[in-house]
């Protein structure tokens, strides 16, 4: 879909970034400032959910605007030094919580504590296996008891039914 294409009526603002007019003259600033911060800042808020947050680790966004790990971090210290993003530590990432004064999706919750979804960004090169790899893993299926149709599902590698001998039918 190219820009200027008009969404359908039933997807209007649906995928919006709202941007505060009284901080206008401070992104501009921003981006003579540190032209790379402002980069950063524009993939952060383009990326980021109706939280106003998301995880990636400076791998990614060396690889997204094509710079190195000290030039990524100057600008991630220009954004949180001037008060753009926060930046909470989760590991070898960070989870990355855009200034709702000035960027938002959705209207303000009020909340005030650290609890929050997050669109998390992960780089296939920081991975240990490719993504092939990750797909064929099979993981082990946990039997679980569903109440309404009292059904028991299990894995596929299920056991045949116990031998009616050895139930004690009393």
Known sequence: MAITDPLPEDKKNLNFVQFD???MRAH???IRKSPLAAEILSFLTESMDRTNCLVCSYKVLQEITGYSRPAVARAIK???DDL???AIKIGNANAY???SAAFWTTSATGKS???FHATIIAAASEQEQTVQQLHNVKLKRVPV???KNERVFLSPDELPPPDQQDLELN
Do not use: A, G, H
């Open 21 to 23: 007019r009284r901080v």
């Open 28 to 30: 501009r600033e921003l």
């Open 78 to 80: 220009v954004l949180k």
């Open 84 to 86: 753009w993003i926060q």
């Open 97 to 99: 919580l855009v200034n």
């Open 113 to 115: 504590y650290s609890q």
């Open 145 to 147: 008891f569903d109440m």
